[in-house]
């Protein structure tokens, strides 16, 4: 399996950016993907995730009412829509797949229950 992310660049605060990560490769039947993200000098956070099977989605509280994942089975792509961007965003934004289904509630957000992870693209919040 490969991901490859898109969709990064710069944006003012308040702006918005939709980021793209593209699953290829043996894929499980059902499948998870989620975003995460790093800051500089912070640990890896997870911002959203969704089922391929149920469309169904867990995203951080950070997040809520501003960015939206979703996804588009027919090309095995994931979408996350970003808005009202705040500079404490800025970092690099990966994605990373997970055949262990279902997601769960309480683990979601764990880097360890991932097993392929993107290369990352880079999101900046300045004005």
């Known amino acids: 399996v490969q991901l490859v992310e898109s969709g990064g660049g710069l944006v003012q605060p308040g702006g918005s950016l939709t980021l793209s990560c593209a699953a290829s490769g043996s894929l499980a039947e059902y499948y998870g993907i989620a975003w995460f993200r790093r800051a500089a000098g912070k640990e890896r956070e997870g911002v959203s995730c969704i089922q391929s099977s149920d469309q169904d989605t867990y995203d951080a509280e950070s997040v809520r009412g501003r960015f939206s994942i979703s996804i588009d089975n027919a090309k095995n792509t994931v979408y996350l829509e970003m808005k009202n961007l705040k500079p404490e965003e800025t970092g690099v934004y990966y994605c990373?797949?997970?055949?262990?289904?279902?997601?769960?509630?309480?683990?979601?957000?764990?880097?360890?229950?991932?097993?392929?992870w993107g290369q990352g693209t880079q999101v900046t919040v300045s004005g």
């Open positions: 990373a797949y997970t055949a262990v289904m279902p997601i769960l509630r309480w683990s979601w957000n764990d880097v360890s229950e991932y097993q392929v």
